[in-house]
């Protein structure tokens, strides 16, 4: 059984912020990788960032120095951290769990950068 669920989206301005997170119920959420991705009406899913078991992280380059992942083992949640938010960050962004074996989606929370 493995469930994700998406929060903390909404409205918000240009140059503002907003937290994201993701409750896991994964078990083994501690040896996976998870990852947050976006995907913005007529645009393909794309990787947004993503953290490793181990605490690595890897960025999109449209999002390096204003987005921060990261996890929470103890309480098994992903966040995403985004500041200096621009319109062309408006998307519905998902939370992901990564298994060799198959990959598990959450709902999907709605972003939109607007004035």
């Known amino acids: 059984q493995v469930q994700l669920v998406e929060s903390g989206g909404g409205l918000v301005q240009p140059g503002g912020s907003l937290r994201l997170s993701c409750a896991v119920s994964a078990i083994t959420f501690t040896l996976n990788t998870m990852g947050w991705y976006r995907q913005a009406p007529g645009k393909q899913r794309e990787l947004v960032a993503e953290?490793?078991?181990?605490?690595?992280?890897t960025y999109a380059d449209s999002v390096k120095g204003r987005f921060t992942i990261s996890r929470d083992n103890a309480k098994k949640l992903l966040a995403l951290q985004m500041n200096s938010l621009k319109s062309e960050d408006t998307a519905v962004y998902y939370c992901?769990?990564?298994?060799?074996?198959?990959?598990?989606w959450g709902q999907g929370t709605q972003v939109t950068v607007s004035s």
């Open positions: 953290i490793t078991s181990g605490g690595s992280t």
């Open positions: 992901k769990l990564r298994r060799a074996w198959d990959d598990y």
